[in-house]
T-cell receptor, first 113, second 113 residues
Framework: DTAVSQTPKYLVTQMGNDKSIKCEQNLGHDTMYWYKQDSKKFLKIMFSYNNKELIINETVPNRFSPKSPDKAHLNLHINSLELGDSAVYFC????????????FGPGTRLTVL | AQSVAQPEDQVNVAEGNPLTVKCTYSVSGNPYLFWYVQYPNRGLQFLLKYITGDNLVKGSYGFEAEFNKSQTSFHLKKPSALVSDSALYFCAVRDHAGNMLTFGGGTRLMVKP
């Protein structure tokens, strides 16, 4: 059973397109996250949702719009894709209590041509 | 603002030798500290955490880390390295007030036979 799953695993698209990445967790966690890992492997938080409510939004362009239909899902929609959006995007989840570790999905490698 | 520094981009060690991956942090108040490992083309996996209590924390795969409050460090250690330990290691910190996890830049561990 996959704890945190993401689809698709790979995404290759042209500049200017709109694309979505889906994330689901079956751990019963209250909080979900999106991270971006750049080509130098630097990992940065983008968004965090707790029980479908946005709690962290870290200076991400408004072309990125997360949507949480329920607390088990956090999808990421990206409008007007740019070359600089190429990266690996990781979804994660954790219980709300801050001393718990986060569980990461396998990542989605986005390549914008 | 909280931050994490991993001063070494890469650590090389021979199989069977002890290994240390360094991490220092900056955070307001008492920290929650974490180590994660990332294997190629995979998501991050939790190794261990320090929340409170004993400064020496033991985690998965024989890894341990020592919390040193005066030096604001949380170095990852293992007494005897394995070739299969070769991966990218991330240190992360969270303060008690927030839910945001801040990652260091990562250290690539190379264990040679």
């Amino acid at each position: 059973d996959t704890a945190v799953s993401q689809t698709p695993k790979y995404l290759v698209t042209q500049m200017g397109n709109d694309k979505s990445i889906k994330c689901e967790q079956n751990l019963g966690h209250d909080t979900m996250y999106w991270y971006k890992q750049d080509s130098k492997k630097f990992l940065k938080i983008m968004f965090s949702y707790n029980n479908k409510e946005l709690i962290i939004n870290e200076t991400v362009p408004n072309r990125f719009s997360p949507k949480s239909p329920d607390k088990a899902h956090l999808n990421l929609h990206i409008n007007s894709l740019e070359l600089g959006d190429s990266a690996v995007y990781f979804c994660a989840s954790s219980p709300w209590d801050g001393n718990n570790e986060q569980f990461f999905g396998p990542g989605t490698r986005l390549t914008v041509l | 603002a909280q931050s994490v520094a991993q001063p070494e981009d890469q650590v090389n060690v021979a199989e069977g030798n002890p290994l240390t991956v360094k991490c220092t942090y900056s955070v307001s108040g008492n920290p929650y500290l974490f180590w994660y490992v990332q294997y190629p083309n995979r998501g991050l996996q939790f190794l261990l955490k320090y929340i409170t209590g004993d400064n020496l924390v033991k985690g998965s795969y024989g890894f341990e880390a020592e919390f040193n409050k005066s030096q604001t460090s949380f170095h990852l250690k293992k007494p005897s390295a394995l070739v299969s330990d070769s991966a990218l290691y991330f240190c992360a910190v969270r303060d008690h007030a927030g839910n945001m996890l801040t990652f260091g830049g990562g250290t690539r561990l190379m264990v040679k036979p």
